[in-house]
Nanobody
Framework: QVQLVESGGGLVQPGGSLRLSCAAS????????MAWYRQAPGKERELVARITSGGSTNYADSVKGRFTISRDNAKNTVYLQMNSLKPEDTAVYYCGILAGIYDYWGQGTQVTVSS
C-alpha cells in the first residue's frame, strides 16, 4: 500500500508564497518521477512541474520563474515552492509519483490566491 500525503495549501494574497509538500510512504522500491499537477474548476488537470530521480526538472510555461520543484530522495518527499502567486494559480494541487510502472496520487490540497 502506497500513500501520498500532501500539505501546505491554503489562502494567500496575490504576490504571496506557499510551499507544498508531499510525502510518499509504503511499499516503494524506487521513485522515478515526482510531479505536481493542478486542476482548476471547470478545467482539466494539468502538469505544473516534474522532477526525475536524477534531479532533472520540467515546468509548465505558466509557472516558469515563479515555482520551484525539489525532492528529498531519502524522505521520498517532493516540494513545490510557489512564489509571486497569481489568482489564476488557484486550483487543487495534486502530487503524483511514478514508481516502476505504477503511478500513485495524493488526495489534493487547495490553493486559493485572492485578495
Amino acid at each position: 500500500q502506497v500513500q501520498l500525503v500532501e500539505s501546505g495549501g491554503g489562502l494567500v494574497q496575490p504576490g504571496g508564497s506557499l510551499r507544498l509538500s508531499c510525502a510518499a510512504s509504503g511499499s516503494i522500491f524506487s521513485i522515478n518521477v515526482m510531479a505536481w499537477y493542478r486542476q482548476a474548476p471547470g478545467k482539466e488537470r494539468e502538469l505544473v512541474a516534474r522532477i526525475t530521480s536524477g534531479g532533472s526538472t520540467n515546468y509548465a510555461d505558466s509557472v516558469k520563474g515563479r515555482f520551484t520543484i525539489s525532492r528529498d530522495n531519502a524522505k521520498n518527499t517532493v516540494y513545490l515552492q510557489m512564489n509571486s502567486l497569481k489568482p489564476e494559480d488557484t486550483a487543487v494541487y495534486y502530487c503524483g509519483i511514478l514508481a516502476g510502472i505504477y503511478d500513485y496520487w495524493g488526495q489534493g490540497t487547495q490553493v486559493t490566491v485572492s485578495s
